[in-house]
């Protein structure tokens, strides 16, 4: 299975900022990389595909990036809503795994 | 629009069998895979499996061979996970996820509508 790692674990930060979130694989997965977003209690939303691709109705202040076995996540300016927990997933193969998640706190 | 719908929270005893179900709407259901993916208390997203609901193939994540069953039934645009042999470590929220990828089409895959999530508690 590949596996997939993010840093940090968890991430504190003010409105306004700009934030980059990491995943890395543990092989080359090309860009099938996907970003979600999750927010207490309810389901996971897409936010980017294929590693850069924004998925219809996000903000652009969010972008993804990277391909191979690295890749990020940049918000660009911290909104209030934003305030979440975010997970990669490769879906290059099955077991389409995710990461363990990275949790964005207000500073 | 489209949206799914889940099946509502389950209690069961260790042990027991669980059937959760997934009802489509708003797009063709036998064109996209239907994926199963589980979160217990406090942790990350799990993928389970998912369903080709036009043929009915499964492909099953490892850790859940021999327990878990992905159906579907066209007529009504559900799918169905069943997880077998409960264990207390099974407590977790449950969900259906959409591929936004057709499954004729070319491309990467990505889960791109889920439903609400049901709760399956096991508990002695």
């Known amino acids: 299975d590949i596996q997939m790692t993010q840093s940090p674990s968890s991430l504190s930060a003010s409105v306004g900022d700009r934030v980059t979130i990491t995943c890395r694989a543990s092989q080359s997965i090309s860009s099938y990389l996907n970003w979600y977003q999750q927010k207490p209690g309810k389901a996971p939303k897409l936010l980017i595909y294929a590693a850069s691709s924004l998925q219809s109705g996000v903000p652009s202040r969010f972008s993804g990036s990277g391909s191979g076995t690295d890749f990020t996540l940049t918000i660009s300016s911290l909104q209030p809503e934003d305030f979440a927990t975010y997970y990669c997933?490769?879906?290059?193969?099955?077991?389409?795994?995710f990461g363990q998640g990275t949790r964005l706190e207000i500073k | 629009q489209v949206q799914l719908v889940q099946s509502g929270a389950e209690v069961k005893k260790p042990g027991a069998s669980v059937k959760v179900s997934c009802k489509a709407s708003g797009y063709t259901f036998t064109g996209y895979y239907m994926h199963w993916v589980r979160q217990a208390p406090g942790q990350g997203l799990e993928w389970m499996g998912r369903?080709?609901?036009?043929?009915?193939?499964?492909n099953y994540a490892q850790k859940f061979q021999g327990r878990v069953t992905m159906t579907r039934d066209t007529s009504i645009s559900t799918a169905y996970m069943e997880l077998s042999r409960l264990r207390s470590d099974d407590t977790a929220v449950y969900y259906c996820?959409?591929?936004?990828?057709?499954?004729?089409?070319?491309?990467?895959?990505?889960?791109?509508?889920w439903g609400q999530g049901t709760l399956v508690t096991v508990s002695s």
């Open positions: 997933q490769q879906s290059y193969s099955t077991p389409h795994t």
């Open positions: 996820a959409r591929d936004g990828r057709s499954i004729r089409g070319n491309g990467p895959y990505y889960f791109d509508y």
């Open positions: 369903i080709n609901p036009n043929s009915g193939g499964t």
